[in-house]
């Protein structure tokens, strides 16, 4: 079975940053790719930013240029890099991963709170 932890959210005034970190535990994990997603209350749970084994990514344009994805295989650990954060930021932010197996899995979701 495997257990994603995310960790890192909080709140933070307009123009802070954060970095948000999701831990995969479990056996034999071989994560092909991983990204993180958003949902803000009232609204769909929405794609932020992607990764994938190579390391190539892909952002929604509303973060390019502000968040930054990345990853350390060693450690099964996927980070998001926030910067400039705006009030619209606001959300719970999930992590998600895809194994090899082609299996998609979940985290718990931090909330981040950006204040204007």
């Known amino acids: 079975q495997v257990q994603l932890v995310e960790s890192g959210g909080g709140l933070v005034q307009a123009g802070g940053s954060l970095r948000l970190s999701c831990a995969a535990s479990?056996?034999?994990?071989?994560?092909?790719?991983c990204g993180w997603h958003r949902q803000a209350p009232g609204k769909a749970r929405e794609y932020v930013a992607w990764?994938?084994?190579?390391?190539?990514?892909v952002y929604a344009d509303s973060v390019k240029g502000r968040f930054t994805i990345t990853r350390d295989n060693a450690k099964n650990t996927l980070y998001l890099q926030m910067t400039n954060l705006k009030p619209e930021d606001t959300a719970a932010y999930y992590c998600?991963?895809?194994?090899?197996?082609?299996?998609?899995?979940w985290g718990q979701g931090t909330q981040v709170t950006v204040s204007s």
């Open positions: 479990g056996s034999n994990i071989s994560i092909r790719s």
């Open positions: 998600r991963i895809t194994t090899s197996q082609a299996r998609d899995y």
């Open positions: 990764i994938t084994s190579g390391g190539s990514s």
